[in-house]
């Protein structure tokens, strides 16, 4: 069993900063791909950022240059570093995760974390 913990979240305005982390209880499973998403009011939750146990990370086309995924592996972390933040990336955003359970991969999700951007 993996639980996922987000935090990092906030307010910030307009080409701000913040920095997400997600930690992963339960790291006697192995973890092989991590991930961010979000999801804003009346919208679908989306896809932002990955990485893979190997380090390879993917990011999504509307924050590339500006978001950055990387991941701790001796600390059971992801982190999402959000830069030049702005209005439309307010969403909850939450962590994912594959693990292998039991000899079969499963997917878990955090409970999220809130960012909004205003001015």
């Known amino acids: 069993q993996v639980r996922l913990v987000e935090s990092g979240g906030g307010l910030v305005q307009p080409g701000g900063s913040l920095r997400l982390s997600c930690v992963a209880f339960?790291?006697?499973?192995?973890?092989?791909?991590m991930r961010w998403y979000r999801q804003a009011p009346g919208k679908q939750r989306e896809f932002v950022a990955h990485a893979n146990q190997s380090g390879s990370t993917n990011l999504a086309d509307s924050v590339k240059g500006r978001f950055t995924i990387s991941r701790d592996d001796a600390a059971d972390t992801v982190y999402l570093q959000m830069n030049d933040l702005k209005s439309e990336d307010a969403a909850v955003y939450y962590c994912n995760a594959d693990a292998v359970i039991d000899g079969a991969i499963q997917t878990y999700w955090g409970q999220g974390t809130q960012v909004t951007v205003s001015s």
């Open positions: 339960g790291s006697g499973n192995m973890i092989y791909t």
